[in-house]
């Protein structure tokens, strides 16, 4: 009976190893209370060679032969026999009716089904009984849905469209249907060509609804906007008021009426929009509660037809008509420009007047707060419903120094301003941007201006490895959440966030050691790997797919993929030639450069990058230089020569092109930056930043422009603007 007040309360899982994620067996518990399977923890110390508690991390000084010797927990083993006993006794039918049984009632010993279930629960002396759930097929809760109603225990296997009914093998309408050469489709067919319709009226209709819900959002936004100008306008017109004399206070009340016909005309065209919104919401809504009730019912067919054609009204009158411009079109900001002549202009003018901006302008959200490196230049987007330029902007930058310069303005058409800066002194900057007298919305922009150079450092490696620890970092790439993977000849790939804050360790589910990296952009990721002398692709969970060039290649390197024509290039340090693959099914495709030192010839390529053009470029790091090649695989020229000062390469290792074209070279010990041409730039380190044989780069920001540097031999990552 214990057993059966301990099961009310069981979830099946409570009774399954976390490692093997099957039910215990010979279930071990630990010191830290967590139990685990006698051959998955026997698996995890034969795998890590110790034992960390994967619940709570805690780490165990235990080997093999210790691991019997550690208590089994007696209440699981207890559990487990009863659960498998109630279940080897699962008769085929419920102890109430003929239907398959889903509960057991460990004080009545019955085996219900659903519904008898229910009636159990009715009886007041019973209500209290504990109910066990019982195994079941995965797909048992499916299945049921898809029983024939007339005979139960068949499935429903056939749909007629012509009928609009559903039958199992046994129905005779199904044979009436067939001798009436009505075009009778499987079940399966006919549920997946519904649902995929469903899916498609409910994707239209969510289109609709978040279009209207953007429409609304910004609405609320432009009338917050729009209040606080007028506030601010009511505020200046009041002070305003006050120094003035009695004469001036009639045309003051003249000017609050003017602004108060504003405010009226905008709340009434306002109100009207969010109404005329809410209607459209308040349909689309019913349409997907009523979707959602019809799905897996293909015999709602013709139900399903009347919400699409109610979804393509909407959607015609949503998309037909821009309410957003529409309104904005009527959006107005107040501005109040007091007289500067006012003993002369009393008369006529009074306190001053109101005016509107002709059209709204407004700052790009990505722009209206922007940090940048010292001496960088950058653009701010300003976009007006004007498309023509008949109002000009006019910008300046200022900072707390009261230093104050002048900004070009130029319109780029439709409706579209791009403003250049550039800030030569570190620290809080603003751009402030009008509109004839008034201040445009998101002006004035926040600048935070960095100063270049070394501004990171994420300390030994090692020190975050659990797998070869003796490997050095050897590259860097930024992944998709704007995180930082670091490889370092190990199956450990290190994830920190651009604060240098370490975020995870993941561990290749395969034993490689992760040499250079490259992200695919798709979620997939292919990389060098030391130890099988290839090139991998995995997933985004890091599962090999296929594998490159075993047996070809020596000693694989940097690697790059161009995402146009699907070929893969990797660099062999040994092979001193960069080789060609078919990134989609791991052909060769053929190998570019010999072993050499003259003009176009390789020796030891560590890394590979594409310009946009879809360039190669190479490091040569045995003949000191930086080398281009065509599309075609033909040399092109020699982008930086040899030498150790700047503006040359000594012992090249890495390559990468920044956002502007740029070209980013480590080398030696140094960081340098070239432009598409190779006309050196500058030098982005310092003698005295610690560069030890700098290798795989990437540019993890464009504001501020900054680069991530795998430091090698001192087994560090730094971080530099530039």
């Known amino acids: 009976m214990a057993a059966g007040k301990a099961l009310q309360f069981l979830d099946k899982k409570d009774l399954e190893c976390a490692i093997c994620l099957r039910r215990f067996t010979e279930p071990k518990t630990l010191k830290c209370l967590h139990s685990y399977c006698l051959h998955c923890l026997e698996t995890l110390i034969k795998t890590h060679d110790k034992l960390r508690c994967p619940k709570c991390n805690q780490h165990h000084e235990l080997k093999k032969d210790d691991l019997k010797k550690l208590t089994s927990n007696k209440m699981i083993n207890y559990l487990l026999e009863y659960v498998e006993k ?3 006794e699962k008769p085929t039918i419920c102890s109430s009716c003929d239907n398959p049984p889903k509960y057991h009632c460990s004080e009545c010993l019955l085996y219900l089904c659903a519904e008898c279930s229910k009636h159990h629960k009715i009886i007041p002396a019973l209500k209290d009984h504990p109910l066990y759930t019982l195994d079941e097929n995965e797909e048992g809760a499916k299945d049921e849905q898809n029983k024939c109603p007339t005979h139960w225990n068949n499935v429903l296997e056939f749909y007629c469209p012509t009928c609009k009914k559903t039958a199992c093998k046994k129905c005779e309408h ?18 997946d060509e519904f649902n995929k319709n469903a899916t498609e009226v409910t994707n239209i209709a969510q289109g609709i609804k978040t279009k209207l819900k953007g429409t609304l959002d910004s609405i609320t936004s432009d009338r917050s906007d729009f209040e606080y100008h ?3 306008c009511r505020t200046a017109i009041e002070v305003k008021e006050k120094t003035l004399i009695k004469e001036v206070q009639e045309k003051s009340k003249q000017l609050m009426s003017d602004l108060e016909k504003i405010y009226q005309e905008k709340k009434a065209d306002i109100d009207c929009q969010v109404k005329d919104i809410d209607s459209k919401l308040t349909k689309v809504n019913n349409v997907m509660a009523s979707i959602n009730k019809m799905m897996n019912k293909p015999q709602e067919t013709e139900t399903l037809g009347s919400h699409r054609k109610t979804m393509n009204t909407v959607r015609a009158k949503v998309l037909g008509i821009d309410s957003h411009q529409s309104f904005n079109k009527k959006n107005i900001t107040p501005n109040f420009i007091p007289s500067t002549h006012l003993k002369e202009f009393i008369k006529t003018e009074g306190i001053g007047k109101i005016v509107t901006v002709d059209g709204m302008y407004t700052v790009a959200k990505n722009d209206e707060a922007i940090t940048v490196a010292k001496g960088q230049q950058f653009v701010v987007t300003v976009s007006s419903l004007s498309e023509s330029d008949t109002c ?3 910008a300046t930058l200022s900072n707390p120094s009261h230093e104050e310069t002048a900004t070009d303005v130029e319109y780029q058409g439709n409706g579209e301003y791009k ?6 002194v570190e620290g809080d900057w603003q751009m402030k941007i009008i509109a004839g007298e008034a201040h445009i919305k998101g002006s004035p922009v926040n600048i935070k201006v960095e100063a270049l150079g070394l501004i990171n450092t994420i300390g030994n490696i090692s020190d975050y490895k659990e797998n070869h620890k003796t490997g050095k970092v050897t590259d860097v790439v930024l992944d998709i959440d704007g995180c930082i993977l670091i490889s370092s000849y190990s199956k450990d790939i290190l994830k920190f966030n651009q604060s240098g ?3 995870a360790r993941i561990e290749m589910p395969q034993d490689v050691q992760v040499n250079r990296m490259h992200l695919m952009g798709d979620g997939h990721m292919v990389y060098s790997d030391h130890l099988r002398k290839c090139v991998v692709m995995c997933d985004d969970k890091y599962r090999e797919i296929r594998s490159f060039g075993k047996g070809i290649l020596k000693y694989p390197d940097g690697l790059t993929v161009n995402k146009e024509t699907r070929v893969l290039y990797v660099g062999d340090r040994e092979a001193h030639c960069v080789f060609k693959f078919n990134v989609d099914d791991g052909r060769l495709l053929g190998k570019i450069g010999s072993e050499g030192s003259e003009v176009g010839q390789i020796k030891n ?3 590979v990058t594409l310009t946009k053009e879809g360039h190669l470029i190479v490091t040569n790091w045995k003949n000191n230089r930086i080398q281009m090649f065509d599309a075609n695989d033909t040399f092109m020229r020699i982008l930086v020569g040899s030498g150790k000062e700047d503006g040359k390469v000594w012992g090249p290792h890495g390559v990468i092109i920044d956002m502007d074209g740029n070209i980013l070279v480590s080398s030696g010990h140094k960081l340098q930056l070239f432009d598409k041409n190779g006309v050196f730039i500058k030098r982005i380190d310092h003698k005295d930043d610690g560069l030890d044989t700098p290798t795989g780069i990437t540019v993890i920001s464009n504001r501020p422009r900054r680069v991530a540097v795998a430091n090698h031999k001192a087994n560090n990552v730094k971080f530099f603007n530039y």
């Open 419 to 424: 403003i250049a800066g550039k800030c030569n």
């Open 605 to 607: 390529p560590e890394d």
């Open 392 to 394: 000009k902007l006019a």
């Open 501 to 503: 804050s370490f975020v």
């Open 230 to 232: 007028l506030k601010l």
């Open 86 to 88: 109630i279940e080897s």
């Open 174 to 191: 199904v044979l009436r249907c067939y001798q009436n050469k009505h075009n009778v489709t499987p079940m399966k067919t006919a549920v």
